[in-house]
Each structure stands twice: as C-alpha cells, then as structure tokens.
C-alpha cells in the first residue's frame, strides 16, 4: 500500500488494517450492526465498554483467534453500529445480542464483556442460560452500583463535554494500567486509536447511545432480570 492511500484512509480504516479480522455487516433487531470476525474453533464473543468499539480488543484479537473463533462486534451506537429507530432499552440491547449470537455462532459461545459489556452479557446469560458456553466479566458493571472515583469521573466528564487530545490523554491515564507502555506496545495503531475515540465521543448519536447502555446497565442487576425466561425463546430457537 503507498503512502498516499494509508494518508487517505480515515482512524477507523487504519485501526482495521492492521487486525486479522474481516469485517461484516448484520441487520440485528432492526440495529445494523458492524461485526469484526476471525480465527475458527469454539466460537467466543467479545463486548465492549460504553463509548468502545470491537477495535478496542485489538491487542488481544490475534491471540484469541489462534483458538477460537472471534466475534467482536460494535455494539449498538457505537464505532460503525447504528442505533436504529426504536428506542434502546435493556430489551433491545438483549434481543440485539439473542440475535447476534443466533446469526453467528454454530453453538453457544463463551461471551466475555467488559464495563457495561460485561452487565450485558451477564443478564443474557441470567435470562437464557442455555444459550452461554463460559462467561467471562472485565471490570464489569452490573454487580454493584456505578460508583467511580472522582478523579476517573472528572476526567471522564470531561472528555465526554469536550473530546481533543489532550482530554483523551487525562482520561486514558486511568484506563490504561500504564498508557506510556500501552502507546509502545501500539506503535502505529496508538494515533488512529485515539483519533477515532476522540472522533466517535464527538458524535450526538454516539453520545445517546452511550448514555442509553450506561442508564440500562451501570447499575445492579435488578432481581426480575435474574430468572431465567423460558428456554424456547421465539428469537434464538436452537443452534
């Protein structure tokens, strides 16, 4: 590839280049939905955090995909995902994931989510047990109620308010266990990433869907999410 085409490409173009995934795109609860897919074995799907996108698993996606096979997806209003016309509620968000699952795993698969993510996954795999192979929770929401530290919180609110460099910057300095080794480890991919983090938390619509999963799934799991629904669900039926 010339200089002048990787120049051309937009953050999330170059983000994608350097993974081993293909990129798809599934209708899903009226959700078009962007998909990243690699690797073949047991299938395992990966969610991500508010404000994330499948291109947040980068540094772990090749590993994973030497075993399994990876379904990474932008959740709804996030990354390349839309949001669609209906309101996003936890209803919506479960039957988006009920229906991803259905349109790409042969069996059930082992879900790992983190942050809001992870809640997500948790309340799928409470209310169709069947349906999950393993869960795995990173730093999940959903088991107690959302109670960040207020120097997180400040830097996240302000990045949120007013996205540019030198905000993103403060608040990865409490995502990142150490963000100076993290921008070696990325090298090149660092500056895309963060160019498409900043581009994507400036959007209005990424903004509502942002706030939409943290007001479904910031908090404690209410009890009503925690009985199992029928096991013939209308949505999953049988793999």
Not at 23 to 33: D, F, M, P, V
Not at 95 to 109: A, F, H, M, N, V
Not at 175 to 200: Q, V
Request: hydrophobic fraction near 45%; glycine fraction near 10%; proline fraction near 8%.
């Amino acid at each position: 590839m010339s200089k002048h085409a990787v120049i051309d490409q937009n953050p999330r173009e170059r983000l994608l280049a350097s993974l081993p995934a293909r990129e798809s795109r599934l209708e899903l609860a009226g959700i078009s939905t962007a998909v990243l897919e690699a690797g073949d074995g047991p299938p395992l799907m990966l969610l991500h955090g508010p404000g994330a996108y499948a291109a947040h698993w980068s540094g772990m996606l090749p590993g994973l995909a030497r075993e399994f096979r990876v379904v990474a997806p932008d959740l709804p209003g996030h990354g390349a995902s839309a949001a669609g016309a209906e309101a996003l509620d936890a209803a919506r968000f479960l039957d988006w994931l009920g229906e991803l699952i259905w349109r790409t795993c042969g069996s059930p698969p082992a879900l790992v989510g983190q942050l809001a993510g992870g809640a997500l996954a948790t309340r799928f795999a409470i209310a169709h047990p069947s349906r999950v192979r393993h869960l795995a929770l990173v730093d999940t929401f959903g088991l107690a109620p959302f109670q960040p530290a207020p120097d997180f919180a400040q830097a996240l609110t302000g990045f949120l308010a007013h996205p540019d460099a030198a905000r993103h910057e403060a608040l990865w300095r409490h995502c990142a266990h150490d963000l100076d080794a993290l921008r070696r480890k990325m090298g090149g991919g660092w500056e895309p990433f963060a160019a498409y983090n900043i581009e994507r938390a400036g959007d209005p619509a990424v903004q509502a869907a942002v706030a939409a999963l943290m007001r479904e799934f910031a908090q404690a799991i209410p009890r009503r999410a925690r009985a199992p629904r029928h096991a013939d669900d209308p949505v999953l039926g049988t793999a």
